[in-house]
């Protein structure tokens, strides 16, 4: 199976650059399995797609700030040469695994200030030509990660966002992504109320989004892409609750990729959800067997993409490469500000 496989043409204004004006006012395309019918509509379709006994099951994970721009620190104590810093993943208090750019300024030892509160120096260099950082300051973390960064959005996406909670959905609560679970964008409060009134139970995981999901496969043999491992967990509750509803005939729906990656990582093979923490780099591709998932809601992604690889095992590489032609036809919005599609 070739990386190629999985392009498609995309105009470069179908690349949405901006939140619906209202999060459930996005479009919603239709996919269904079983007759291989696509169906064109409006988010709150959803409503009549989802049926009481179904579990919906979203990551509560929330974005941090994650995007840190420094000025090296000189000698004599003086301001250098600029720095971008991204936050991939945390390995103790204080020390994380970055994104640096230009990499060639950020050499060991090398010295960075973020303003006041903050500085960082550089510990080591990755495989995948990331840096490990140490960084210093007084106080809460979150607290001067809130004063000294920002959120990041994703390099397609080039109009500054006025209001940053648009790439937060409206269920976030742990801090630690640095990238939104774009699907759960689509979901008002409201619309969550509607869904619980009517029967279907709303159930919480937690997966946070590292940018190595997004990263492109380069590769041209996809067996040969590793996904950079990302922290999860699932509690007692929740996976006794998810069982119980599958038990009881209700299908599985996940919002978004990564409520998906983090169900096949703790179901067994009989689909039987464990309680689990820890860190996940499952890649899932055609011909790969759901375990614990019966159907998801998504956005439309990246050519090329591991996500493009993942809803393609829900059906098939041509099947959804032909959903997402239909998509390009209609001029639906796609990626992280785009509209949505539910594969059931």
Not at 156 to 168: H, K, N, P, S, V
Not at 293 to 312: G, K, Q, R, W, Y
Not at 330 to 342: K, L, P
Request: net charge negative.
């Amino acid at each position: 199976m070739k990386t190629s496989d999985f392009y498609y043409d995309l105009p470069p204004e179908l690349i949405a650059q901006h939140p619906a004006q209202q999060r459930d006012h996005s479009r919603l395309l239709v996919y269904d399995r079983k007759t291989q019918s696509i169906t064109d509509g409006v988010f709150t379709d959803i409503e009549q797609y989802l049926h009481p006994g179904d579990c919906l099951v979203v990551n509560r994970t929330r974005v941090i700030p994650a995007r840190l721009l420094g000025e090296r620190i000189t000698e004599d104590g003086s301001r250098g040469g600029k720095m971008e810093f991204l936050l991939l993943k945390r390995l103790d208090e204080r020390r994380w695994e970055t994104l640096v750019k230009p990499g060639r300024r950020a050499k060991t030892g090398v010295r960075f200030s973020f303003g006041p509160e903050l500085t960082a120096e550089v510990l080591e260099s990755t495989a995948d030509g990331g840096r490990i950082v140490r960084f210093e300051y007084e106080g809460i973390w979150e607290e001067v990660l809130d004063r000294a960064g920002e959120i990041p959005l994703p390099p397609y996406i080039t109009e500054r966002l006025d209001d940053a909670e648009r790439y937060q959905t409206v269920y976030s609560k742990e801090q630690g992504s640095a990238a939104a679970p774009t699907a759960g964008l689509h979901f008002t409060k409201e619309l969550l109320g509607r869904l619980k009134e009517k029967g279907v139970l709303v159930e919480e995981v937690l997966l946070h989004v590292g940018l190595g999901t997004f990263r492109p496969v380069k590769e041209e043999n996809v067996e040969k892409h590793h996904m950079h491992s990302e922290y999860y967990e699932v509690s007692e509750e929740t996976a006794e609750r998810i069982n119980r509803a599958r038990a009881a005939g209700g299908r599985i729906v996940c919002v978004g990729t990564t409520s998906c990656r983090t169900l096949e990582t703790v179901a067994d093979g009989q689909g039987v959800v464990h309680a689990s923490s820890g860190w996940t780099d499952i890649f899932i591709t055609p011909g790969y067997h759901f375990k614990a998932v019966d159907a998801l809601i998504t956005n439309f992604h990246l050519p090329e993409s591991t996500l493009l690889m993942l809803v393609s095992a829900l059906s098939s590489r041509e099947e959804m490469l032909r959903v997402y032609r239909h998509a390009v036809g209609e001029r639906y919005r796609f990626f992280s500000f785009g509209d949505a599609m539910f594969i059931q």
